[in-house]
């Protein structure tokens, strides 16, 4: 997970990004894991029906917002490619959160072992 702001925020809570590419695919099979994961923590949660393709998508904006402002402790995701599709722009941004004072985790079925 992600601890994305400096700021000294005591209530910021995970954010959990869940992305699908298109209208016809749900989130359950990523929300059910990191839901289990969490364990009733409360946490944020922001969603694309988007191509990680595109950086411009609302819910990965508002996400880095939200983390701008201190509000987010750390980023979930469930696998990377629901975050980026491309290594380059997933460690550029990893980094920038990293570098506000984020943390990024990427949850995935080993997790839950």
């Known amino acids: ?14 954010g959990v990004y869940y992305r699908v590419s298109t209208a016809s695919q749900d989130f359950d099979s990523q929300r059910g894991a990191v839901l289990a994961w969490l364990a009733g923590r409360p946490h944020k949660v922001f969603t694309d029906v988007f191509s990680a393709k595109k950086d411009n998508r609302p819910g990965y904006l508002a996400l880095l917002a939200a983390c701008a402002r201190g509000e987010i402790s750390d980023v979930v995701v469930y696998r990377m490619d629901r975050f980026h599709r491309t290594s ?11 570098a ?13 072992k």
Do not use: C, H
């Open 1 to 14: 997970m992600s601890v994305i702001s400096k700021q000294k925020n005591q209530n910021r809570v995970p």
């Open 100 to 112: 506000s004072g984020a943390k990024m985790d990427k949850f995935d079925e080993s997790k839950l």
């Open 88 to 98: 380059l722009l997933a460690i550029r941004t990893i980094l920038d959160l990293e």
